[in-house]
């Protein structure tokens, strides 16, 4: 048998064999350090994940997480909680609310009702509109359609209602942590 570029296929040793070879430089012809181990060319092969081993120079385990990056991390999370319960951020939360409930209860309603009325009565879902068209072919269509209409709305109303106040927010909050670690980067 020939593939379709013309070559035979089936004899293990071409492109298309199911056995990959192996194209690089060869594991065990690596050169060997001063501590009879392999050394690879990787710069990250010898590389300890961090906290695992690690020392700080006392010969004692290093931690984990530097605790002068704990305090820094204090601070900035009382930053948080403060816009969190700012006005400003109440209202883009209340405007995202009271757009995406309504919307996602009519799109399960809607999801819903088309499932149970294909189950339930397949006669009215068997039913012609035009053609080979039938009225389970529209409702699947319009599943697809609403389903566009709605993402379009939500991008809508995120552009006009929230997006702009978010990003103040967003901003004020970047620079009250900023002040926090004294100064700009």
Avoid: C
């Amino acid at each position: 048998m020939q593939s379709s570029d013309g070559r035979p296929r089936g004899h293990g040793d071409g492109p298309e064999s199911p056995v990959a070879k192996y194209e690089g430089p060869d594991p065990a012809s690596a050169d060997v350090g001063a501590s009879g181990r392999p050394r690879y060319d990787d710069p990250w092969y010898d590389a300890l994940a961090s906290g695992w081993g690690e020392t700080d120079g006392t010969g004692s385990p290093a931690p984990v997480v530097p605790p002068a990056r704990q305090e820094r991390t204090g601070d900035a999370a009382e930053v948080y909680l403060e816009v969190r319960r700012s006005a400003a951020f109440q209202e883009v939360r209340s405007r995202y609310r009271r757009f995406v409930i309504p919307g996602l209860v009519l799109s399960l309603t809607w999801y819903v009702g088309y499932v149970v009325t294909a189950q339930t009565a397949p006669g009215l879902m068997a039913r012609p509109v035009a053609g080979a068209v039938n009225v389970a072919m529209v409702a699947g269509i319009g599943q697809f359609l609403t389903t566009f209409l709605f993402t379009w709305a939500y991008a809508r109303h995120a552009r006009l209602r929230r997006d702009r106040a978010a990003l103040d927010l967003r901003w004020n909050t970047q620079e009250l942590t900023r002040g926090l670690r004294g100064g700009a980067r």
